[in-house]
């Protein structure tokens, strides 16, 4: 592993743990060159997966440009970090386990929507804008009002009618 700092490519692994998720292994390392200290994630790669754009490029899927996207929807709410590494964990096992090597972006866009909406309404709005290409105020509006359905449906009480209870 190459030194963040120096670039030396003789780092050394100090400590090797599991994440709490066990999803990746993190390991603390050191540079015997600059004495630099850093942390790295392994994690299991079921296959090579590619993002197939729009523009009809194909390009390597990233995972730490899906975290950047994530981080830039969740800037400054207050989000357990645990839960946006399960929500990303979760897309990334969701797109290997489609079983086809190609992904349309179109699917991790909506992947990606899909586990906002059930983290945060405003990084949901957030990710939409761009994802969906917001050009007017209605477009807001729009996808605030299917917010606001669905949280009224969510909180809505159950019709099934109850049997009295008879007490004795």
Known sequence: MRCPYCGSLDT??????????????????????????FTTFERVQLRELFVLKRSGRRVPFDRDKLEQSVAVALRKRSVDPDRVE??????????????????????????????????????????????????????FKDILGELAQDAAASAAPSKAKRKPVQSD
């Open 12 to 37: 050394q692994v100090k400590d090797s743990r599991p994440t709490d998720d066990a999803s990746a292994i993190r390991r603390r390392r050191v540079c015997p060159d600059c004495g630099g200290r």
């Open 86 to 139: 399960r929500m990303i964990n979760g897309i990334v096992r969701q797109l290997e386990s489609m079983g086809e090597p190609e992904v349309p972006s179109e699917t991790v866009g909506e992947l990606v929507m899909e586990g906002l909406k059930g983290l945060d309404d405003v990084a949901y709005v957030r990710f939409a804008s761009v994802y969906k290409d917001f050009s007017e105020a209605k477009d």
